[in-house]
């Protein structure tokens, strides 16, 4: 596809710079001269989709559809999209569309294993990955999606041997260095993974998976948050299916441990559970709490980031101690406390994050009811507050509000982290 106008010429540069929004200025204005240049509309929403606006991007891409509706690059930038919004049947339509058009269109592939890797399918990304590559060796997106399919395979050896040969042909390509940083990161080399993220900043200051893979590698530095990362990646090497078999795997085992065990072992092997489960999910804010006494590195650090080391972060490691000083020292009130902050961590862990609204009302209120409980709690323990009875129910009914947290967290719609 060529643009004609000078102004889209301009655009097209700045594209291959990565300078989307510059770029999208000159394909406006290109547009008010000419509103249905339907390459111009395709080149427009390929900067409104890598400046994460992707509800704009669709409504650009279709309109350039509309003009030209059997171009497959335009049905295949439309299943990138729609895989980014997360509507992964219409985006599969889409690619489908692509490819039936053209077989050959390497950025078809590219969305192929865009919307495999959305579904955790690994090994299926990796075969879109290097069709793409086939077609056309030079494609930068589907080298850092084959690097990321390995490594998410753990085939760690592969992926760096990937990002070497990607840095090799161009030291200066961000997104090559952002995935040598994830696959050094995974190998435990914080150091290593430091560095390349750095160079992806100072190449592509706008980089959100350079940022985000900068602030992992930092609070990698505690090897307690590194347990917990290799966790993730653990899990990351499945599908949402089986991630859930491993879940519900564990609790099987705590359940037979319960029953079979003796008593004093199978109490260690409930609170072991109990611990590694408040930690898989109050661990990012606990590390955020760790990065704002870093004087550099809380600067990395967002607003609700710094508010859910604050709240949630700082609330479960209060919550921590006051529950030895109330179980060691015999002090009831300060066990209340404890226990009322770690169980408000777990909802709250879902509030400052969060992109869902519907999600941040949910968690929000679940947390707002078990501190609230907590609160009657307290009271309770002091005499005169009004619930009298009512308490200890409505305490049970706090602990499955905070149970019924740690699966509702596990659906999409209501947790949009990051």
């Known amino acids: 596809m060529n643009a004609s106008s000078p102004s889209a010429q301009r655009g097209m540069i700045l594209i291959e710079q990565g300078r ?13 001269q000419n509103p249905i240049d339907a390459p111009v509309l395709y080149y427009l929403a390929v900067c409104e989709l890598n400046q994460h606006k992707p509800k704009d991007a669709l409504g650009t891409v279709d309109r350039a559809l509309a003009l030209e509706p059997e171009v497959d690059s335009f049905h295949a ?13 219409e985006a599969k339509a889409s690619i489908e569309e692509a490819l039936r058009l053209d077989p050959d269109n390497d950025f078809a592939y590219v969305a192929l294993a865009a919307l495999h890797i959305s579904k955790n399918q690994w090994a299926d990304a990796e075969k879109a990955a290097r ?24 085939r760690l050896q592969e992926s760096m041997d990937r990002t070497d040969y990607m840095l090799a042909q161009n030291p200066e390509d961000a997104n090559a260095h952002c995935a040598a940083g994830w696959t050094a990161l995974q190998r435990g080399e914080q150091k290593k993974a430091e560095e390349h993220f750095l160079e992806a900043l100072r190449l592509e200051a706008g980089s959100v998976s350079a940022r ?78 760790q990065l704002t006494f870093d004087r550099l590195a809380r600067h990395a650090l967002s607003l609700g980031e710094k508010l859910e080391a604050y709240f949630v ?13 109330g179980a060691l020292g015999g ?34 209120t679940a947390a707002a009811f078990v501190l609230f409980m907590g609160g009657a709690n307290v009271a309770s323990y002091f005499q005169g507050f009004p619930l009298g009875a009512w308490v200890p129910s409505l305490t049970g009914l706090a602990g499955l509000v905070v149970i019924g947290v740690t699966w509702l967290c596990a659906v999409p719609a209501l947790n949009r982290r990051g």
């Open 77 to 89: 930038l439309r299943g990138m999209v729609l895989v980014d919004l997360k509507r992964t049947g």
């Open 131 to 154: 069709r793409a590559l086939d077609i056309n060796p030079e494609n930068s997106v589907a080298a850092n999606q084959l690097a990321h399919t390995l490594r998410l395979q753990n």
């Open 313 to 325: 972060g700082g609330g479960v490691v209060l919550g921590l101690l006051l529950v030895m000083i």
């Open 331 to 364: 002090v009831p009130v300060a066990l209340i406390v404890g226990i009322t902050l770690i169980g408000t961590g777990f909802p709250l862990a879902y509030v400052f994050t969060n992109r869902s609204i519907y999600g941040r009302l949910l968690f929000g």
């Open 20 to 32: 989307y929004p510059d770029a999208e200025k000159f394909f406006r204005e290109s547009l008010a």
């Open 212 to 289: 985000e893979g900068l602030k992992e590698s930092f609070k990698a530095r505690a090897p307690l948050y590194r347990a917990y990362l290799n966790y993730c990646f653990f899990m990351q090497r499945f599908t949402e299916g089986k991630q859930w078999l491993v879940v519900i795997g564990l609790i099987v085992g705590v359940r037979l441990a319960q029953q079979f065990l003796p008593p004093l072992i199978a109490l260690f092997v409930i609170a072991l559970y109990f611990l590694f489960v408040l930690w898989v999910h109050v661990a990012r804010a606990v590390g955020n709490l």
